[in-house]
């Protein structure tokens, strides 16, 4: 049969065929498989301080809170579904002064009892942004003896529903929506970090006087994104 006619191979084709062959198969070996649930890691950083003046006598004290959250989330037609796996606490300090000083000794977080812990409610759909609700609950301070004891304010999202304090308004810097979009989803991982700073000074009715309540923190979220096939 004459080179190159109908059911003849030149020499050097198989060799390309194979390569071609070669190529396609670990194209589609690196084709992404359909996502069907999202792993979701949310670290929250919080430094502040507050002081709290009550009957003539002051307290003064600075925190440093840190916790991770780990879940996942997947698909319920427009919305999701979000699960918790575990939470914990990467760092908790506390300490507080009193004044007059005379006899009273700094307290810490051994003193506190029981500290911070962060929750995340939900994730819901809101128009093209995906947004996270999520609260860190505080302790009462002040830690010494006092009788006017009230919730040391922690960072929580601008969507927390359940917010009777309107934490948000006293957003000074930043700003505390933690969301994210629908491209993002589709991203191998996806990081992202939100910041703010939060300030408050209030007076408050306890017995026949007023406590004065002064609150500040800084708070830095970094929400990371792993999607996963079945």
Known sequence: MRKGAIGSVPPAQPLILAAA???????????????????IRLL???RGNYAVRDSGAAYDGDFLFRA??????????????LYHAKT???A???REKASPAEGARTLTEKDAGAGPRLRVNYVLREGERIVLDFEAEGIRVPLHESAGKLDLP???????????TRYA???????????????DLGKPRCEKFFAWEWKRRQWVAAGNGAIFLGYSHKAAVTVTLIPHAR
């Not at 997947?74 to 579904?81: A, H, N, Q, V, W």
């Open 68 to 81: 991770e959250w780990e879940g996942a989330m997947e698909r319920d037609e427009e919305d999701f579904i």
């Open 44 to 46: 929250l950083t919080a």
């Open 154 to 164: 922690l960072p929580r999202s601008r969507e927390h529903a359940r917010d009777e």
């Open 21 to 39: 062959g070669i190529l396609l198969a670990a194209a589609s070996l690196r084709a992404p498989a359909q996502t069907c649930w999202w792993e």
């Open 92 to 94: 908790w300090e506390i």
């Open 88 to 90: 914990e606490t990467r």
């Open 169 to 183: 308004d006293s957003v000074c810097e930043g700003d505390n929506r933690v969301s994210f979009t629908e491209s």
